[in-house]
């Protein structure tokens, strides 16, 4: 038989159930760029004022290891730098998650194995997947380098950022093929996916900051600045990321033909035959759910929190050498020193990453619910209210396991490098704590949405992302005050004192009640 | 009980009641409500119109209560992909306030189940034993079983019902959802059957049998035919001297007398099969 017969049913099959996520992807990945550069064209039409950006971030390597560096002065090339990183980091992420969702999750949940009783070829459901998440890649690249193009910017330098997006998109499709056939669950899949994203983001940041130059060409994200749209445009670097997504395309396929259905090629081992004594309730249940991951997120947010307090040295030296550049700074920063701008802004990006977990764990409610795994617990002698109160507890307080570790580290690395580890360890973990209670009001709205509304529940992460966009892009696109506001996240800035964190702690406190409310009075999801 | 989901009609109405005591068979088609029912009796679903009363409790707002004495499984068993079979039957035990270990012991032996594997590991029928060790071996008075034995072999089902004929003599109260004829004609006291969202029958298999139709051939001496024209007769069938029929519980004696005044010479009869009676019901139209 075809190993490939039936690819384009499944295909189809895919894009008539999933065509909302893709198009929520799309939206937002081709949204990014081309709102950026539109900004920028409205608010640095003229050179100087250009100029003085790249002036001010331009040499900084702390900002180089958040961003990348700049490679001109041009719109273009700013906004390659402004959003190319945080954009690349997106579609990868959209391009591992798809994969796993399209191969391993179907497989977890025994839909493939209906399909591959019917006239399917072997290769088909891997193929299916990569086709779908390379089209979304292309219809995402193309729509960028289309947009930036409308916005009268060079053609070349449209169609290289263009083709970098999608570059990034096929390289992460092809990881996901294979750790896809790695592992036999589809978490275990992801946390692996994510693990090699994060080296990725490590190795770039590493080789655009101080490290080793060639640190930056080991990662497929750093290919995307090295690509230098709107700059050089060096072509032949998006040869980088076509050869080494058919090396590990190939490597998939061969993988899934070696393998059974519903196996993975690293087995899993043996349980034990007892419970231990903690798991004797639903928050020991919870706990022995959500451990692993907790453990994983934190290990992740940790070592970002390790690179940012190294490379937040640079600021300071950078500063004292130039009297000039320090004035610009302050400026920028407000009343702030820079050091404490730079600290807030990255405790902003622990703050998200810690929301998305706290997200991920709160609603993972949800999944249990409607893998009827909530079933068997609610009809033992366990209060609704407890089962809900299990998984918030573990999105809540490993929220603020990982802010406070986050924190700890990049305060001790910073202290170690100015000398000062005591002092700085108190102060940057409180900026980074002091993050949690707008945290919890996202913990809260996911909280809410599985009471109130259970279908909507990935409502949460468009919250989420809409935090994104007003933390990362609006002080620099120069949003309005009041959307500025809507965003929890605006109201806890160092010296915002007492009153925000407790309207806060309000608003999610209000939110969780009426999560815990809504699902008291509810029917539990049927199958 | 009435149950809504949109605009469709899960229970229309429905009546259901289960003695202590006994063995109760919940019986119907696909869809036709069954486990809607369960999960009403459970608290995980609430009921649009009418009442439902367990152990003497509302099953909505006394649910955690009422659960510490009732074990209930599921039809389709999902467990955690990470967690051991062993651990699953641990937890879902202490869950329900505790656990026999005696009993757990003997029943891991019983249904030939290997605790350590991982839930992500074990067949449908595998995952199936899970729950019902955890479900037995738990001190309840009533036992919830949604087509318990859907994934097992002829050996394990056998199995089952031993272990549930053992639990009767114990006192508990069992509500068995299922399909499988022979295994609710060998355990249940009483049966309820349903369609869609209605109860249409409840009783003892023997009422039930009582109520409906019994089959009935025999060899006469003379042509059969009048027998057709007697109230209550269906079906009549001849062939020669042959004659087979289904007449109605309360027509049977006068059938009987017709038959002795054709000459009967030979006489075949038995009550319609749980088989026949579920056909029966299963396929009549909807009453309009």
Known sequence: MDPLLGTLRLTRLVLRLDWPRLLTWVAVLAGFPILTAGAFVELYADAASRNGLVATFGANPAYAALLGPIYDSSIGALTAWRIGVIGGVLASLMAILLMIRHTRDEEETGRRELLGATVVGRYAPLAAALLIVIGTGALIGGLVALGLLQLELPQAGALAYGLGVFAIVIVFAAVGSVVAQLTHGGGTARGLGMAILGLAFVLRAAGDASGPEFLGWLSPLGWFTRLRPFAENRWWVLLLSGTLSLVLAMLGFALASRRDIGAGVLSPRAGPERAPTSLNGPFGLAWRLQRASLVGW????????????????????????????????????????????????????????????????????????????????????????????????????????????????????????????????????????????????????????????????????????????????????????????????????????????????????????????????????TS | MVKRFGSTVALDGLDLSVARGEIHGFLGPNGSGKTTTIRILLGLLRQDGGAATLLGGDPWRDATELHRRVAYVPGDVSLWPNLSGGEVIDLLGRLRGGLDEKRRRALLERFQLDPAKLGRTYSKGNRQKVALIAALASNVELLILDEPTGGLDPLMEAEFRSVIAEDRREGRTVLLSSHILSEVEALCDRISIIREGQTVETGTLAELRHLTRTNVTAEVAVDPTPLAHLPGIYDVRVDNHRVSFEVDGDQLSVALAELARLGTSSLVSHPPTLEELFLRHYRQAPPL
């Open chain 1, 298 to 525: 934190t290990a992740g947010l940790a070592v970002i929190a390790a690179l940012y307090g190294t490379v937040a040295n640079n600021v300071d030296e950078l500063m004292s050498g130039n009297p000039q550049l320090a004035a610009v700074l302050e400026a920028l920063g407000g009343t702030e020193a820079i050091t404490a701008t730079f600290f807030a802004f990255t405790a902003g990006i622990l703050a998200l990453f810690a929301s998305a977990y706290s997200v991920r764990t709160a609603l993972r409610l949800r999944v249990e619910e409607e893998n009827q795994r909530a079933e068997p617990i609610l009809a033992t002698a366990t209060p609704r209210a407890a089962f809900m109160a299990s998984h918030l507890l573990v999105a809540i307080a490993g929220s603020a396991v990982m802010l406070g570790v986050g924190g700890v580290i990049m305060g001790a690395t910073y202290g170690a490098n100015v000398g000062d580890v005591a002092g700085q360890l108190v102060s940057v973990s409180g900026t980074v704590l002091g993050q949690a209670p707008a945290v919890w009001v996202i913990t809260g709205a996911a909280a809410a949405l599985f009471g109130l509304l259970p279908r909507l529940t990935p409502l949460a992460w468009a919250l989420l992302v809409a935090c994104l966009v007003v933390g990362q892009l609006g002080q620099i696109l120069r949003f309005p005050q009041w959307l500025l506001n809507l965003s929890p996240f605006t109201h806890l800035t160092a010296g915002s004192g007492f009153l925000p964190v407790a309207v806060l702690l309000g608003i999610a406190l209000v939110l969780l009640g009426a999560g815990f409310g809504g699902f008291r009075a509810r029917d539990l999801a």
